[in-house]
């Protein structure tokens, strides 16, 4: 499952966003925001930190 975010002034600007424990971890996983070629992102107990980081990846150029 996945979240799909898009720049509504730059559509070609998108991203899908997963939530999901670390793999390497099985006993006591952690969980982090994942972007979409698997690259952990932020911690999933920030949530407005991953938005930040999403706004700034998607920002079109100018704003």
Not at 26 to 48: F, R
Request: with cysteine; net charge negative; aromatic share 12%.
């Amino acid at each position: 499952m996945f979240v799909r975010v898009i720049n509504p002034n730059a559509t070609s600007l998108a991203e899908n966003v997963t939530c999901r424990a670390q793999a390497s971890a099985p006993s006591h996983p952690d969980w982090y925001y994942w972007w979409s070629w698997g690259e952990k992102m932020h911690t999933a107990e920030d949530p407005a930190g991953a938005a930040t980081k999403v706004a700034r990846v998607l920002a079109a150029v100018g704003e």
